[in-house]
T-cell receptor
Framework: GENVEQHPSTLSVQEGDSAVIKCTYS??????FPWYKQELGKGPQLIID?????GEKKDQRIAVTLNKTAKHFSLHITETQPEDSAVYFC????????????FGTGTRLTIIP | NAGVTQTPKFRVLKTGQSMTLLCAQD?????MYWYRQDPGMGLRLIHY???????AKGEVPDGYNVSRLKKQNFLLGLESAAPSQTSVYFC????????????FGDGTRLSIL
């Protein structure tokens, strides 16, 4: 089955600097890759997603890149702000045969003022 | 518009007790999901439903049952709680497919003593 590895597990970044979180997946049939942000005491919230027919997608300070050959995708946050502090989860969806969404284990991002 | 609402928010049970977690959504979504979140393990799918009256097993269904009698509600039951079921439980919904942004509730923190 699909295996999604997420790195790093914790990341501390100075306010204003950039943060990068990387995920690798094992199933080449996966074709949808969302990123979720989870604040303390809240449920995860989608911040950006990408499908396998696109290499990069950007939304203001957040961008996601996808390398299908290497089977990895990354979340990039630029000009980080204190409100970016949260746990971030990647996920990969396999739609061939049994649909299955597999989540990574999460990255705790701390923005240092 | 509340989105996805989970009740209760916290609960402590003794081993062997039973309980039901309630999830309600007001977005007229067809698909609903129950996940558990454990430290270092990301989100794992317990059961899901693709419409009123339907249920299906996810990745970790053992020890849980679900029902979807009304489109807006998805119930998760523990018949005989075990300490291994101590976790944070999240409900989510999507309009009509797994490959769509998931709308999560804020979770139920369940402790089994």
């Amino acid at each position: 089955g699909e295996n999604v590895e997420q790195h790093p597990s914790t990341l501390s970044v100075q306010e204003g600097d950039s943060a990068v979180i990387k995920c690798t997946y094992s199933d080449s049939a996966s074709n949808y890759f969302p990123w979720y942000k989870q604040e303390l005491g809240k449920g995860p919230q989608l911040i950006i997603d990408i499908r396998s027919n696109v290499g990069e997608k950007k939304d203001q300070r957040i961008a996601v890149t996808l390398n299908k050959t290497a089977k990895h995708f990354s979340l990039h946050i630029t000009e980080t702000q204190p409100e970016d502090s949260a746990v971030y989860f990647c996920a990969a969806l396999r739609t061939f045969g049994n649909e299955k969404l597999t989540f990574g284990t999460g990255t705790r991002l701390t923005i240092i003022p | 518009n509340a989105g996805v609402t989970q009740t209760p928010k916290f609960r402590v049970l003794k081993t062997g007790q039973s309980m039901t977690l309630l999830c309600a959504q007001d977005m007229n979504h067809e698909y609903m999901y129950w996940y558990r979140q454990d430290p270092g393990m990301g989100l794992r799918l317990i059961h899901y439903s693709v419409g009123e009256g339907t249920t299906a097993k996810g990745e970790v269904p053992d020890g849980y049952n679900v029902s979807r009698l009304k489109k807006q509600n998805f119930l998760l039951g523990l018949e005989s709680a075990a300490p291994s079921q101590t976790s944070v439980y999240f409900c989510a919904s999507t309009p009509d497919g797994i490959g769509q942004p998931q709308h999560f509730g804020d979770g139920t923190r369940l402790s089994i003593l």
